[in-house]
């Protein structure tokens, strides 16, 4: 099945920096109320009280922050009512710490509506992308099949990189790219060559086909832009069928990171054109015949493709994480289990910094 994994990798972090702001209230309250039972009768622990309110307005409930200001005012009258006298200083100080908390209820009815305006805005922008990039399904011709995008940008949704694959007359045929540039420009692309290849897997005779209709599908959409980024704009790509019954995979990459086949044994084949070709949309530059690569992909061989994010993904050295390398003499139950372990390692290996968008698609013979 389909992931989406940018979304979840800072989630232990996040639980705890919430269960410390749970606690740091009631720091500051004893703290404060340590204060003026330590200090003269001229010195106020009410900047520590009126930081209760504060600290808890922008992060949890109304209820949660009208509690801590109580708090801290029923601390004050504490520490007075049984230490010390009440004077005109006491009361100065209560008021000060109600008056901040007026100010902090308004600061948490705020944040709550920027909190919901945020979770509609993320609630569209991933219908958006699951209609542009729908997840793949777990089986697609007797092919099991495994895709993953993660994200650079933590509760990232969109992006230039994309995959489908698609169960044709011709065997099951897959895409897997990356389009120049972000934003809504990129998305726009994706959804453009996703539509094309949808059309054209099924209406084409040969790979080679495929990926004219697709470079004309491009073209099209660039005339139709304006702007400096449209005009140089392209999309690495790469396009695999895999004949129904067969022990034969075809390759045709435009530009883009070679694709892995993982055999059985653990033995790792890396997928090199016969010839480099230029990426989908530059055709203006030059023109020459597509020619697809053949290679043997016999039962429980699993294909690997996957856009630049996991090639160039870099250690704190510069080092690049070398995909072919790393899954020399490894085996894996699944495609699912084959991305998760390229996930991970793409964390670590970058210190959780990665800087590039990441799709991974595996399919399996069984």
């Given amino acids: 099945m389909g992931q989406r994994g940018g979304r979840h990798r800072h989630g232990a972090d996040a639980v705890g920096t919430r269960a410390f702001l749970r606690v740091l209230p009631l720091l500051l309250i004893i703290g404060g109320a340590v204060y003026e039972y330590c200090t003269p009768s001229g010195f106020a622990g009410s900047p520590l009280f009126s930081a209760a309110p504060l600290v808890v307005a922008p992060f949890f409930s109304l209820g949660s922050t009208i509690a801590a200001g109580a708090a801290s005012i029923a601390a004050i009258v504490a520490v007075h009512l049984r230490y010390t006298a009440f004077h005109t200083g006491v009361y100065t100080e209560m008021a000060t710490v109600a008056t901040v908390c007026v100010l902090a209820c308004f600061i948490n009815r705020i944040k709550r509506r920027s909190d919901e305006q945020l979770a509609s805005a993320r609630q569209i ?156 949309g530059l055709g203006e530059l030059g023109s020459w015949p597509d020619r697809a690569t053949e290679a043997e992909f016999p039962p429980a061989a699993t294909l690997l493709l996957y856009t630049d994010g996991l090639s160039e993904a870099r250690d704190a050295k510069g080092v690049f994480y070398d995909p072919a390398a790393r899954l020399v003499g490894r085996i894996f139950p699944g495609p699912d289990e084959l991305l998760a372990a390229l996930a991970e390692e793409v964390r670590l290996h970058t210190g959780d910094g990665a800087t590039d968008d990441m799709a991974l698609l595996a399919v399996r013979r069984p």
Avoid: C, W
């Fill in 125 to 280: 922008a991933e219908a958006a992308q699951l209609a542009v990039l729908p997840e793949p399904a777990g089986r697609i011709g007797g092919l099991a099949i495994a895709a993953r995008y993660e994200a650079a940008q933590a509760d990232a949704f969109i992006g230039g990189d994309l995959y489908a694959v698609q169960d044709t007359p011709h065997g099951v045929r897959i895409v897997v790219g990356d389009v120049r540039g972000k934003g809504m420009g990129a998305v726009a692309a994706v959804a453009v060559v996703i539509g094309a290849f949808r059309e054209a897997a099924e209406q084409e005779d040969s790979l080679e086909a495929v990926a004219q209709r697709l470079e004309r599908a491009l073209a099209r959409e660039g005339s139709r832009r304006r702007g400096i980024d449209d005009f140089e704009g392209f999309t690495t790509a790469v396009l695999a069928e895999i004949p129904h019954g067969g022990r034969l995979l075809r390759i045709l990459n435009r530009g883009h990171p070679e694709p892995v086949v993982l055999l059985g044994d653990g033995t790792v084949q890396v997928i090199t054109p016969a010839e480099a070709a230029l990426p989908l």
